[in-house]
Every structure is written in C-alpha cells, then in structure tokens.
C-alpha cells in the first residue's frame, strides 16, 4: 500500500526574464538623421555568473550542482589527480571519496535542494498495519508545496536538467566499466544509479502534475518490467 500527499495546483506560475535591452543610451543619431547603434556597444549573452545571481537560492544552487557533477568528474580524472598525493591504496582512497560524494549527493538532493529549489519534497515512513500486530508496512509520502509559490525559472531548469542528466551519466559510465571489466568500480556505478534513479522518480512523482512528470512518466513506464512493479514504491496506488 502507498499513499502520497499532493496539493494540485489550479495553474502552474511561469516566470519571465526580462532581458537586458540597451535603449537610447546606446543609439547616437546618424547624419541623415536615422537612428543608428553605436557599434563599440553591443548586447551580450547573459553568463553563467549572471544567471546563477538571479536564483533564489543560489547557495544551494551551488551545491546541488557540486554534488550532482563532482563524483562523475572524480569518477573520471580521481586517480590521475590522486596520484600527485599518494602514491600507496589510491584504489581504496578513490573509492572512499566516491562514495562519500554519493551519498552526500543523495542526502542534499533529498532534503535540502528538492524543497528549496522547486518546492518538493518526499520521504518513507513504516506504520502499524491496524487489525495486524507486529506487521508493517512501508508509506512512501510526496509533497509539494502551496501552489502560490513562485518557482525560480533559472532554479527549476537546473535542478530538472541536472536530476535526470545524472543517472543517464552514470549509466554511461557502468557500461565502460563492464567493457573494461572493472568489476570494483562497476558496484559503486550499480549504487549511484540506484540512489539516482531513486531520487528521479521520487521527485517525478512529487511534480505529478507538473511538467516533468509528463516527460518522465512515459519513458519511466517502458522500461519498467511486470516484475519490477509490483515492488515498485512510487506506483500509483
């Protein structure tokens, strides 16, 4: 049995960004009396930098975006960087860093960046089976929050692009390991995407009637076996 709470939004907020537009300030008057742009002067795309200073929470924008892209970089170039440290158990040092990533990615996803960024949060409980003593069952909740608050346009693409981009990455990465018979590396690979895909679907869930959730459910669903569902948490009830 599971059971979700979820507040239906009427309409969904859309935010716009106005751009930047230089006005008058950056036109002179040409000869013939036209109006021409100053050419010395020009409009540039909005950087990185820029972007990121209009998040609503761009600390944790920081550190959602460290988590979800450090252990794949460490994951590639960690040995070739450890090698300047130790010379000695750089397996063992490598696999620890990684795991400590992972799992520090899963928890500030989990708890910190689902809720701040765009308003979403889930978690598991185990309750009493009423009529049953001594049997439980596992409760798996999805929240959003009122649907009068404005999601952050920079803060909800990052945090969507960067959730799904992940576990596609890491399965990238499973694969070369398999071809290159890195068996070791290959259980820490099959642990990432569990607690990635975990996050995934339990956020695709949350957003139901979102945007996401239209995307994801599809391709979810397919690759779902028979099997797979009936021990499936964020099947619908």
């Known amino acids: 049995m599971s059971g979700y709470t979820q507040i239906e939004p009427d309409t969904e907020p859309v935010n716009h960004i106005e751009p930047d537009v230089p006005h008058s300030r950056d036109q002179t008057s040409h000869p013939t009396g036209t109006i021409a742009s100053d050419p010395n002067t020009s409009t540039n795309a909005q950087t990185w930098a820029e972007r990121l200073k209009e998040s609503s929470h761009p600390?944790?924008?920081?550190?959602?975006?460290?988590?979800?892209?450090?252990?794949?970089?460490?994951?590639?170039?960690?040995?070739?960087?450890?090698?300047?440290?130790?010379?000695?158990?750089?397996?063992?040092?490598?696999?620890?860093?990684?795991?400590?990533?992972?799992?520090?990615?899963?928890?500030?996803?989990?708890?910190?960046?689902?809720?701040?960024?765009?308003?979403?949060?889930?978690?598991?409980?185990?309750?009493?089976?009423?009529?049953?003593?001594?049997?439980?069952?596992?409760v798996w909740v999805f929240e959003s929050l009122s649907p009068d608050r404005v999601v952050n346009p920079i803060d909800s693409k990052v945090f969507w692009a960067l959730l799904y981009a992940q576990p596609v990455a890491w399965a990238v990465l499973g694969f070369l390991a398999v071809l290159k018979f890195e068996f070791l590396y290959l259980l820490l690979v099959v642990m990432a995407v569990s607690l990635s895909v975990t996050n995934a679907m339990a956020f695709t869930k949350c957003d139901k009637f979102g945007k996401a959730n239209n995307i994801a459910s599809g391709l979810l669903s397919g690759a779902t076996s028979t099997v797979f569902s009936r021990f499936n948490p964020f099947a619908s009830a």
């Open 59 to 138: 600390v944790a924008l920081l550190f959602y975006m460290f988590f979800r892209i450090a252990p794949i970089v460490i994951y590639i170039f960690g040995n070739f960087f450890l090698g300047f440290v130790v010379h000695k158990n750089k397996f063992v040092l490598h696999f620890i860093i990684l795991i400590l990533l992972v799992s520090a990615d899963f928890w500030t996803l989990k708890n910190v960046a689902g809720r701040l960024l765009v308003g979403l949060r889930w978690w598991n409980e185990t309750n009493v089976i009423e009529g049953r003593a001594g049997e439980f069952e596992n």
